[in-house]
């Protein structure tokens, strides 16, 4: 069974920092892209960060270049979002998703379209 779930989120003060995975399982998830994504309440579903298949290749939002850096861990079957200098507009759900149906995906755009397996989401609050 395919499945991907994500934990690390949290209450954390402006300035903090929080990691969050995402564990594959049912398949590799190095041979596809998995890409990061979050929303707030009342907003759209945005893209955050990408990596690639293979992980050759990443991509950020603007609004998190600089302050978040994705990554996988292949023994782990897992992908990591560290998410530094958090700020209070950095509060939502974030979710992450996999690629399961291009053979190769590079992260040129972070559009949730591209993406046809998700996880559950884990809350991140940023608030002193």
């Known amino acids: 069974q395919l499945k991907l779930v994500e934990s690390g989120g949290g209450l954390v003060q402006p300035g903090g920092s929080l990691r969050l995975s995402c564990a594959a399982s049912?398949?590799?998830?190095?041979?596809?892209?998995i890409g990061w994504f979050r929303q707030a309440p009342g907003k759209e579903r945005e893209g955050v960060s990408c990596?690639?298949?293979?992980?050759?290749?990443?991509n950020y939002a603007d609004s998190v270049k600089g302050r978040f850096t994705i990554s996988r861990d292949n023994t782990n079957n897992t992908v990591y979002l560290q998410m530094n200098s958090l700020r209070p507009e950095d509060t939502a759900i974030y979710y992450c998703?996999?690629?399961?149906?291009?053979?190769?995906?590079?992260?040129?755009?972070?559009?949730?379209?591209?993406?046809?397996?998700w996880g559950q989401g884990t809350q991140v609050t940023v608030s002193s």
């Open positions: 990596i690639s298949t293979r992980g050759g290749h990443t």
């Open positions: 049912g398949f590799t998830s190095d041979y596809y892209a």
């Open positions: 998703a996999a690629d399961l149906f291009s053979a190769f995906r590079l992260c040129l755009t972070i559009l949730a379209g591209d993406f046809d397996s």
